[in-house]
């Protein structure tokens, strides 16, 4: 028994169906977990072995480096060295290949490469350079920007979430709302001292915190109130138990 073989006994019914339907579009709706790579890769496999197409015909777009590495791997495990030969990009790579191999159609020749570290950080300080005094992420301490490695840490978790910059300031103003609601009431239980009698304060907050209406988030974001709601309902029973 092959590879290719093995890993298609273990495809439930809808992954063969996607595995197998190599002709048109085809689109496949799977959320965190589901195997995504698996079926990718083997579909490319079939596409393969049932077809004339070239693995150097063939192109494979994935958000991130992590996930393109792993597609790469999974897909040489199952049909060896022509993995090597398909395109596996991100979109960010693919397009600045696009861009290296047709420079005639861009201005001035243009040549692109992925930003290093070091260079993400030089154009973050050139941006940040150009803020407002009063701005908080202008703040310095001995000289560098406080907030400019943060900067670029929520970045690239945006990319990694898939959020636009509207996506975001959707989440944040959500976010701002649920803490307008409780910040006073938390504040003056917290400012006593802390002891299992809070908990009778505490619990009507936690309460009414699960019943706001659920704000419109983007696609897999969490409301804040849900995520507040049940870190109190672990507190007040490690509390009960603990008696602590």
């Known amino acids: 028994m092959t590879e290719f073989d093995s890993r298609y006994k273990n495809l439930n019914d809808e992954q063969r169906q996607a595995v197998d339907t190599i ?25 393969l ?16 480096d992590s996930g393109a590495n792993a597609m790469r791997e999974r897909l040489a495990a199952i049909i060896g060295p022509a993995a090597y030969k398909v395109a596996i990009h ?34 973050m300080e050139e941006l ?4 407002d005094y009063s701005s908080p992420l202008a703040a310095k301490n001995n000289g560098e920007y406080v907030y400019l490695r943060d900067t670029l840490r929520a970045i690239s978790e945006l990319k990694s979430a898939g959020l636009t910059s509207d ?9 701002a709302a649920v803490c307008d609601i409780v910040e006073h009431d938390l504040s003056d239980i917290f400012g006593q001292r802390i ?22 988030l983007p696609p897999a974001i969490t409301p804040m109130q849900n995520i507040l709601a049940l870190s109190m309902a672990h507190a007040f029973d490690e509390a009960m138990q603990s008696n602590k």
């Open 23 to 47: 002709d048109g579009p085809l689109l496949v709706i799977a959320g965190p977990g589901t195997g995504k790579t698996e079926l990718l890769s083997m579909r490319v496999a079939q596409i």
């Open 49 to 64: 072995q049932k077809t004339d197409t070239l693995p150097e015909n063939i192109l494979l777009l994935t958000f991130t």
């Open 90 to 123: 991100t979109f960010h790579s693919f397009g600045t290949d696009s861009i290296n191999q047709n420079r005639e159609y861009f201005y001035n020749g243009a040549t692109y490469q992925a930003a290093d570290e070091i260079t993400s950080y030089e154009i």
């Open 128 to 131: 940040f350079d150009t803020l």
């Open 167 to 175: 996506e975001l300031v959707q989440v944040l103003d959500a976010n």
């Open 195 to 216: 002891s299992t009698t809070m908990l009778s304060q505490l619990v009507p907050i936690a309460e009414r915190v699960a019943a706001l209406p659920m704000p419109q």
